[in-house]
């Protein structure tokens, strides 16, 4: 059997009578993967994430971390995670070092240790800045450090990368993956981005509307969404559509240069492209589109 | 505990920068400055009065300001201040989600408040001490002041204001900690501050409203009277934090009231644990204490003071009838009255002068605390009539707005207005009385308050009277009438009890009732003693007849009319103890009048000259009497100094005579007196005041060449007349 880090049993939760809030979620994240917790706004991840932390009390004893109850372990637990709910939490009238500092005090853990996290997070040169004084994708990465100053086995994030520019998605990303890879930490990560999700995560649960309406591992859900659709851009796209009409009858043409298409799956891609460019194409791009947007918008369209 | 300690250092990691310490700092220091620099333009208060420690005193004077303003509105920004860094910055879920239990998060926050005010509070006194010193340094310490370093009363003062703010600080904390918006706890705050001006205005605060709590510090300043550590105003401060910490502490702890105590039974099982049985503690605090009797009448005690004392008299202030003489041993007393007393007011005299008074009766206990300094005496009454004692030492004159119309004239056509007035202020005054507790939570007992409310009463109808009284010679027309209030006003007093009628307040009020029905055109003092004749036979007629007399033969004019006084009334007497009395009362006033004989006395001059009255025939004397630690007198000396370089040509002697006990004090501010007026000192004060009935100073006397009186009781030199009457005396045309 699996070895889950997390698991809810039909976790429920209801704000007051009438409004449920989360039905039945069944959560189940093994240990060493990242998780990511898929959901449009209000779909009930902030809220899974609050119970998850304990930050609101549980209605029903369904959470296990660790393969035991959350609430009898409460507060000790976080001696192994670590956290970022929501907007980064962080005192803005400290320095960056002085805030890392709060939390090593603490968890009683070495000062020493504050630099090896700034580090990891590329602050070292702003660490005696005033955190007010960050711009917000520094802020994040704060916040982060500070989630990883205990060296936790499981990371619970929220939504880390909102609001950051591609560069800082970028490096938030590749420091995940590295904790995960390096370290082993279990990741447990949501986003109402799927993109995001879809490049890092091994696992992913999507929930909409309360509801958990998915839950596998990454290819699972490739396969989910079945044939690859791609974007050319090609020199005289009117023309290239008509010839490409011919094999592939999904070909539509979308303005005078480019031309959508779905092929059987991503391996098809080089060898559609040999043939093409073979055929005296002036090929500019082939950009995959996500089939998985849209099965996505499917999915949490459902009542 | 670990993890609370843990979270408390975090704790002082996240308010750095904050400045929240200096904040205590600044505000506990502040009230001291502000009083530093008022000490170099007050003025030098006349010295002599019993000793003191001068640096507790003046840190005493600061916890007004302090406990009534600056520590509340510290304890009011420091709780938001603290509470605002976590909501401001998401900081109450980080917190959550560290391995820190929410008792250690939420206490640990609250501790640094708790430092807060400490700081302040030890800042106060620190401040308040140096500021005391630079004061001494340039104006030197009052004499009758101590120096020590007082740890315990220092102590006591710090422990008292720290738990006093406790019930404030943590129901701020409360507060703060639920509403994430700064703006309510800091309104709530200043609303708790506002609405206690009024709540004081009207008399209704609270024992337990927290600002009182820290009131009672500043108006209490000595703390408990039974010698308890810390007062019931503080335990109800401690015990009102713990219910708010614990319901704040719950209600945080689920995040919202209905989980905190109503999802489980248990949770509302402890809740209820902790309400009956912190509530119930709480209940028995604030329950009012009163004092038993006992099956003696004691009175016990101890004095102290720069002489050896022998005995303590207890007399009757009516009719100055000593009741007991305690004979002191060791600086203790301790003695059993077997007399029957009853329940009145009795002054204490102690080497031959009337030094306080005391209220108790039968089977009462009292204990007396007494300390001498020179003519200054306190006394201290503790025992079963403790709160008795000190409500009558509490008690403020009358100096109500209906009391002003009437004396100045004012609103006296508009009979309307005063009666309601009247009826406004009676009820207060009432209501008042029947709000006094001590320091202690100690409260009269009932038969002290039924006497009581009717000496109020009668307060209150003496002032009706003078009213009508008014009305009737200015409008004596229109008729002033006498409402349903009034009328329930008379029915609480009755006319004919005896034992209220030691207080002049009675008699006159009695006196007022008696003569209205006589119309005739004759002085009240006449109508009065006609109506006191027709009283049946007793000790109430005797009291009255007493009053009245007295009354009289002080107002009447020449030794004839006396005379004929007491020919015709002293043999109503009953009980013959009144008319001796009398006798001995109107002998004084006869021994004082025009053209009598000064009676002898000898004094000594600042190098030791002895002069007597005798050395001073041929010329007329003037003679100022006073003392070195009376401010009237020294305000009265200058004029007449002034007076005396004035009519230095004329055959008259000024003399200033100093009944001061301690003499080398007189010495050194005789020496800075004018040479024209000769400088003395009394030998035998007693034998002195007693012969020229010396009952106040300053006092003016003037005595015509042959040594006989001009003029016993002289006005003093600051009204206009006492030079109109020297003037005459010395045959000096008025001056134009």
Same mark, same amino acid.
């Given at each position: ?117 700034? !580090? ?32 936790? !086995? ?65 290819? !699972? ?63 500019? !791009? ?18 | ?94 917190? *959550? ?13 609250? +501790? ?66 639920? /509403? ?18 009024? $709540? ?15 009131? @009672? ?19 109800? +401060?401690? /015990? ?18 209905? /989980? ?30 009163? %004092? ?8 016990? &005690? ?35 009255? *077997? ?67 009437? *004396? ?15 009826? @406004? ?10 709000? =006094? ?62 034992? /209220?009628?030691?207080? *002049? ?38 009291? %009255? ?47 004082? &009048? ?52 004035? =009519? ?24 800075? @007196?004018?040479? +024209? ?14 012969? =020229? ?30 030079? @109109? ?6 045959? $000096?045309?008025?001056?134009?």
């Amino acid at each position: 059997m699996q070895d889950y880090i997390i698991q809810t049993k039909s976790l429920n939760f209801q704000y007051s009578k009438s409004r449920k809030v989360l039905e039945d979620v069944s959560l189940n994240i093994p240990k060493g993967s990242i998780y990511g917790f898929l959901g449009p706004n209000g779909a009930g991840k902030s809220t899974t994430m609050r119970l998850l932390t304990g930050i609101i009390p549980e209605q029903h004893d369904a959470i296990s971390i660790f393969g035991k109850p959350l609430k009898d372990q409460l507060p000790q637990v976080f001696d192994n995670i670590g956290s970022l709910v929501e907007s980064p939490a962080l005192y803005l009238h400290l320095s960056g070092y002085n805030n890392l500092k709060y939390i090593a005090k603490l968890r009683n853990i070495p000062e020493s240790r504050i630099d090896e996290v700034l !580090e990891l997070v590329d602050l070292s040169r702003d660490a005696k800045r005033k955190a007010k004084q960050y711009s917000l994708g520094m802020k994040q990465r704060l916040a982060i450090a500070m989630a990883l100053l205990n060296e936790p !086995e499981l990371l619970l994030l929220d939504e880390p990368v909102n609001g950051l520019d591609p560069n800082g998605i970028q490096d938030i990303r590749k420091l995940l993956v590295k904790l995960n890879r390096e370290k082993g930490v279990t990741i447990f990560v949501s986003s109402h981005l799927l993109a995001e999700i879809e490049k890092m995560c091994t696992h992913v649960g999507i929930i909409s509307k309360g509801k958990l309406r998915f839950e596998g591992t990454i290819e !699972e859900l490739g396969k989910k969404s079945g044939a690859c659709k791609i974007q050319l851009t090609v020199k005289d796209a009117t023309h290239w559509n008509e010839k490409l009409m011919e094999n592939h009858p999904t070909a539509e043409l979308q303005n005078a240069t480019q031309i959508t298409l779905e092929l059987q799956d991503r391996e098809a891609i080089p060898e559609f492209a040999k043939n093409l460019i073979t055929q005296g194409a002036h090929l500019y !791009e082939i950009k995959i589109l996500d089939g998985l947007e849209e099965w996505f918008m499917t999915l949490v369209n459902q009542k | 505990m670990q993890n609370f300690i843990t979270a408390l250092k975090a704790e002082h990691i996240k308010k750095k920068g904050t400045g929240i310490y200096m904040l205590s700092i600044i505000l506990g220091v502040i009230s001291p400055i502000i009083w530093t620099i008022i000490q170099f333009f007050e003025k030098e208060k006349p010295g002599s009065s019993l000793p003191y420690n001068y640096y507790v005193s003046y840190i005493e004077g600061l916890l007004e300001p302090f406990a009534g303003f600056f520590f509340p509105l510290l304890i009011i920004i420091t709780v938001s201040r603290i509470t605002q860094l976590d909501h401001k910055n998401g900081g109450w879920q980080l917190m *959550e989600t560290q391995p820190v239990r929410k008792i250690s998060i939420y206490f640990s926050k609250f +501790s640094v408040v708790l430092i807060s005010n400490l700081i302040a509070i030890l800042s106060l006194v620190i401040m308040g001490y140096f500021g005391a010193w630079i004061v001494s340094l340039i104006k030197g310490i009052p004499q009758d002041a101590t120096t020590n370093f007082a740890f315990s009363e220092l102590f006591w003062i710090i422990a008292r204001l720290f738990l006093a703010g406790l019930f404030l600080t943590a129901f701020q904390y409360v507060i703060s900690v639920l /509403l994430p918006s700064f703006i309510w706890s800091i309104l709530i705050g200043f609303f708790l501050l506002l609405a206690f001006i009024f $709540l004081k205005v009207f008399n209704v605060t609270p024992d337990y409203y927290p600002l009182e709590l820290l009131d @009672k510090v500043a108006t209490f300043k000595k703390g408990s009277q039974l010698g308890y550590w810390i007062t019931y105003s503080e335990t109800l +401060s401690v /015990l009102c934090s713990i219910i708010a910490l614990y319901i704040g502490f719950e209600w945080y702890k689920h995040k919202n009231l209905k /989980l905190a105590f109503f999802s489980k039974s248990s949770r509302a099982l402890k809740l209820i644990a902790v309400l009956v049985v912190v509530g119930g503690l709480l209940a028995y605090v604030l329950m009012p204490n009163t %004092m038993e009797s006992h099956n003696k009448t004691v009175i016990s &005690g101890k004095i102290e003071g720069d002489k050896p004392f022998q005995a303590i008299y207890i007399t009757n202030a009516f009719a100055d009838d000593t009741l007991a003489v305690i004979p002191v041993k060791n600086n203790t007393f301790h003695y059993v009255i *077997e007399k029957e007393v009853p329940f009145d007011n009795y002054s204490i005299n102690i080497n031959n002068a009337a030094n306080g008074e005391i209220t108790f009766g039968k089977n009462d206990s009292i204990h007396l605390d007494i300390k001498q300094r020179e003519n200054n005496f306190s006394v201290v009454t503790t025992g079963s009539r403790l709160a008795e004692n000190q409500y009558e030492k509490s008690k403020i004159p009358n100096y109500g707005m209906a009391s002003y119309y009437i *004396e100045e004239n004012i609103q006296l056509d508009n009979p309307d207005l005063i009666r309601s007035e009247i009826i @406004k202020e009676w009820k207060e005054a009432l209501s008042t009385s029947d709000k =006094y507790k001590t320091v202690d939570n100690y409260v009269p007992r009932e038969d002290f308050m039924e006497r009581n409310k009717k000496m109020l009463t009668i307060t209150f109808l003496n002032l009706w009277n003078d009213f009508v009284k008014k009305r009737a010679v200015m409008f004596p027309k229109e008729k002033t009438e006498e409402t349903a209030d009034i009328k329930l006003m008379k029915k609480r007093v009755p006319l004919n009890d005896e034992s /209220l009628l030691s207080n *002049e307040e009675y008699f006159k009020y009695i006196r007022s009732q008696m003569i209205a029905p006589n119309k005739e055109d004759i002085d009240e003092n006449t109508k009065s003693l006609m109506a006191i004749a027709k009283l049946p036979k007793g000790e109430f007629k005797d009291k %009255m007849l007493y009053w009245q007399l007295n009354n009289s033969i002080k107002d009447a004019s020449a030794t004839t009319e006396r005379a004929q006084l007491l020919a015709q009334y002293g043999t109503d007497f009953t009980n013959k103890k009144y008319l001796t009395y009398t006798l001995a009362k109107n002998k004084l006033i006869e021994s004082l &009048g025009k053209g009598m004989p000064a009676p002898f006395f000898d004094a000594t001059t600042q190098d030791g000259k002895q002069f007597n009255l005798a050395d001073f025939k041929g010329k007329y004397l003037m003679i100022d009497v006073w003392a070195t630690w009376c401010g009237p007198c020294k305000k009265e000396s200058p004029l007449f100094e002034k007076m005396a370089i004035k =009519y230095k040509k004329e055959p008259i002697q000024f003399i200033a005579l100093s009944t001061d006990q301690k003499i080398d004090k007189w010495l050194v501010e005789a020496k800075a @007196k004018s040479k +024209s007026v000769l400088q003395l000192h009394i030998n035998n004060d007693n034998q002195f005041s007693k012969a =020229y009935d010396i009952q106040f100073i300053p006092r003016f006397i003037l005595i015509d060449p042959q040594g006989n009186f001009v003029n016993s009781k002289m006005p003093a030199p600051s009204d206009k007349i006492f030079e @109109k009457l020297l003037r005459e005396a010395l045959s $000096l045309a008025e001056e134009k």
